[in-house]
């Protein structure tokens, strides 16, 4: 559970620091999707890794 939350964190963190990167580095707005979309997929990422490390622990 507690592995699930630090990943969902890590998710919203990454879509935070994507934003503001992209929104910088293209000028418009367009950056905040780009950022959602990066931040998804790096806390789904990082949801495998910590559920893979779980069932080794087992």
Request: positive net charge.
């Amino acid at each position: 559970m507690k592995k699930g939350i630090l990943s969902l964190i890590i998710g919203i963190a990454m879509a935070i620091v994507w934003s503001v990167v992209f929104v910088n580095a293209l000028g418009s707005m367009a950056g905040i999707g780009v950022g959602i979309c990066l931040g998804t997929a790096f806390g789904l990422v990082f949801a495998s890794i910590f559920r893979r490390n779980d069932k080794k622990d087992k």
